[in-house]
């Protein structure tokens, strides 16, 4: 399915994969956010780009019998996958749309909380879906995302690279492709860099913007391969690296040793109120 916010990776079921991984390396954050927010039981939580659920399932842990979830996603696939794997999940209802989170819509409606977790980096200028979210929220509603950052982590690497650990140069090469790939695709590999300030800017009140370090580990580097599965085909349309290339860069992955592999990326956890 064509998405309509550009979604540069993939939709799949293997991408589910890919998602429940990144939901276990952005599980403390993801809890901490909701305690930013602090999530009630009976709150209307409308989450941005909720795909198969993975971190849906968090916060309908926190809702009672009143409270429901309202998952926007633009693919019907991952919206069925989210609505199975949420069955039964706490006492917190689903509400699926689909719809275009890119554009704020009357799914956001009696709105107690907005949230979104690695979206808004799939979306171009997404500044401008952050104003116009205030703008559409009543006041006081309280608004948070966590976003990944593609590249702050990438100058240890490049520096260990440089002084006598070669073996990193795959990690380096990840770090660049998936930089390159958003900037093709006119979206940012690190808007969360900016979030908290954006905010400021468009008026919220109390934001608070804090910064976290991902471990890098086997499920990272299984993520990362995965990415490269996802997006050989794009890649190579582009002109950023070959089919060829994209194997050989799998396979320099899964041949690192874990244990002593430097981050390749990081977490923004932003929270604030409209």
């Given at each position: 399915m064509t998405d309509p916010c550009g979604y540069v990776l993939g939709q799949s079921q293997r991408a589910a994969r890919r998602l429940e991984i990144q939901d276990q390396h952005f599980a403390e954050q993801s809890e901490k956010l909701l305690d930013d927010l602090a999530v009630r039981p009976g709150d209307r939580v409308i989450e941005l780009g909720c795909g198969p659920g993975s971190f849906t399932h968090r916060i309908v842990k926190r809702l009672g019998p009143g409270g429901v979830v309202v998952g926007v996603d633009s693919s019907a696939a991952l919206l069925e996958?989210?609505?199975a794997r949420l069955a039964g999940n706490g006492t917190g209802r689903f509400e699926p749309v689909q719809g275009d989170v890119s554009n704020p819509g009357s799914w956001l409606a009696g709105a107690d909380v907005v949230v979104g977790r690695a979206i808004l980096h799939h979306i171009p200028m997404a500044e401008f879906l952050v104003g116009r979210l205030r703008a559409a929220v009543r006041p006081g509603t309280r608004v948070?995302?966590?976003e990944p950052d593609f590249r702050s982590p990438l100058t240890r690497v490049a520096y260990l690279e440089a002084t006598g650990r070669p073996e990193l140069a795959p990690l380096?090469?990840?770090?660049m492709m998936m930089n390159q790939l958003y900037l093709a695709r006119r979206i940012s590999p690190a808007v969360g860099a900016t979030l908290g300030r954006a905010m400021e800017s468009a008026g919220y009140r109390r934001v608070r913007s804090e910064w976290y370090e991902a471990p890098n580990d086997a499920l990272v580097l299984e993520n990362m391969v995965m990415c490269y599965e996802e997006v050989r085909d794009t890649l190579a349309s582009l002109g950023i690296?070959?089919?060829a290339e994209v194997d050989e860069q799998m396979r320099l992955?899964?041949?690192?040793?874990?244990?002593s592999l430097p981050p390749v990326w990081g977490i923004f956890r932003v929270a604030a109120e409209a």
């Amino acid at each position: 399915m064509t998405d309509p916010c550009g979604y540069v990776l993939g939709q799949s079921q293997r991408a589910a994969r890919r998602l429940e991984i990144q939901d276990q390396h952005f599980a403390e954050q993801s809890e901490k956010l909701l305690d930013d927010l602090a999530v009630r039981p009976g709150d209307r939580v409308i989450e941005l780009g909720c795909g198969p659920g993975s971190f849906t399932h968090r916060i309908v842990k926190r809702l009672g019998p009143g409270g429901v979830v309202v998952g926007v996603d633009s693919s019907a696939a991952l919206l069925e996958q989210a609505r199975a794997r949420l069955a039964g999940n706490g006492t917190g209802r689903f509400e699926p749309v689909q719809g275009d989170v890119s554009n704020p819509g009357s799914w956001l409606a009696g709105a107690d909380v907005v949230v979104g977790r690695a979206i808004l980096h799939h979306i171009p200028m997404a500044e401008f879906l952050v104003g116009r979210l205030r703008a559409a929220v009543r006041p006081g509603t309280r608004v948070g995302f966590i976003e990944p950052d593609f590249r702050s982590p990438l100058t240890r690497v490049a520096y260990l690279e440089a002084t006598g650990r070669p073996e990193l140069a795959p990690l380096q090469v990840w770090g660049m492709m998936m930089n390159q790939l958003y900037l093709a695709r006119r979206i940012s590999p690190a808007v969360g860099a900016t979030l908290g300030r954006a905010m400021e800017s468009a008026g919220y009140r109390r934001v608070r913007s804090e910064w976290y370090e991902a471990p890098n580990d086997a499920l990272v580097l299984e993520n990362m391969v995965m990415c490269y599965e996802e997006v050989r085909d794009t890649l190579a349309s582009l002109g950023i690296l070959t089919t060829a290339e994209v194997d050989e860069q799998m396979r320099l992955l899964r041949a690192l040793p874990t244990g002593s592999l430097p981050p390749v990326w990081g977490i923004f956890r932003v929270a604030a109120e409209a």
